[in-house]
C-alpha cells in the first residue's frame, strides 16, 4: 500500500475550516487507498485526520516518541502504532514510510518536519513527492519567505518549484500521486 505523511497540527486552529480539511483529506486519502503516516496523537488536526481515516476503512500509521506517548494519547484504534526515543527517530521512522508528505496548518513542529523534508529533497536524500495543503491560504506568507530565499540567492529556483500546493485535499493529493517520483 501506498502511503502518504501528513504533518499537521495537534491542535485544531482558529479556524473551523481546518479540520473540515483534516477530514477531507483523510475521506481523500482512505478513498484513493492511501495510507496515513502520521505523528500518532488523537488531538486537533491530527485526531480529526487519523479518526478520519480509520472511519473510512485506512490504514493508519502512528509514529509518536516515547515522552509524548506517556502524556498523550494515541490517536484511537490505529492500524499500528510505533513509539519510538526521540523526536528524531520519529521523523526518520516517518519519512522511511511514506512515499509522499503533505504539511496542513500546524505549529513548528509542523514546519520543522515540512522542512527537513524539503531540505532532504535539496540535498537528494530522497526523491519523494511533497506539498502543501493551503486551507484558508495558510502557507502564503511561508511562499513568500521561499521566494524571498530564491530572490537572495540562498535556495534555485527549480526546488521551490517541486512544492505542490493546492487548497483542495483532493486536488493536492492528485498532484502528488502523479508526480514523477512517485513510485
Known amino acids: 500500500m501506498k502511503r502518504i505523511c501528513v504533518y499537521c497540527g495537534s491542535k485544531s486552529g482558529n479556524r473551523p475550516e481546518y ?3 483534516a477530514e477531507e483529506l483523510g475521506k481523500t486519502l482512505a478513498l484513493n487507498g492511501l495510507g496515513l ?10 485526531g480529526k485526520l487519523s479518526s478520519t ?3 473510512n476503512g485506512g490504514e493508519v500509521i502512528g509514529v509518536i516518541p516515547r515522552a509524548l506517548h506517556e502524556r498523550e494519547i494515541s490517536g ?5 502504532i510505533h ?4 523526536i528524531h527517530e520519529r521523523k526518520a521512522w516517518m519519512m522511511e514510510l511514506a512515499d509522499g508528505f503533505i504539511a496542513m496548518p500546524g505549529g513548528l513542529g509542523t514546519f520543522e518536519e515540512f522542512f527537513e523534508v524539503l531540505n532532504w529533497s535539496k540535498l537528494r536524500l530522497h ?3 511533497y506539498g502543501l495543503l493551503d486551507s484558508c491560504h495558510y502557507f502564503s506568507k511561508l511562499m513568500e519567505l521561499l521566494d524571498h530565499i530564491e530572490h537572495e540567492g540562498f535556495l534555485s529556483p527549480n526546488h521551490t518549484a517541486t512544492i505542490h500546493i493546492d487548497e483542495t485535499p483532493h486536488e493536492l493529493v492528485q ?8 513510485k
Not at 503516516?37 to 491530527?46: E, L, T
Not at 484511537?76 to 499500528?80: I, N, T
Not at 498532484?175 to 512517485?182: D, E, F, G, L, R
Open 53 to 55: 481515516v480509520m472511519a
Open 83 to 86: 513509539v519510538v526515543g526521540n
Open 175 to 182: 498532484k502528488i500521486t502523479k508526480h514523477p517520483t512517485w
Open 37 to 46: 503516516v502520521y505523528g500518532g496523537g488523537n488531538s486537533g488536526m491530527m
Open 127 to 129: 526523491d519523494k513527492p
Open 19 to 21: 479540520l473540515k480539511a
Open 76 to 80: 484511537p484504534e490505529l492500524s499500528e
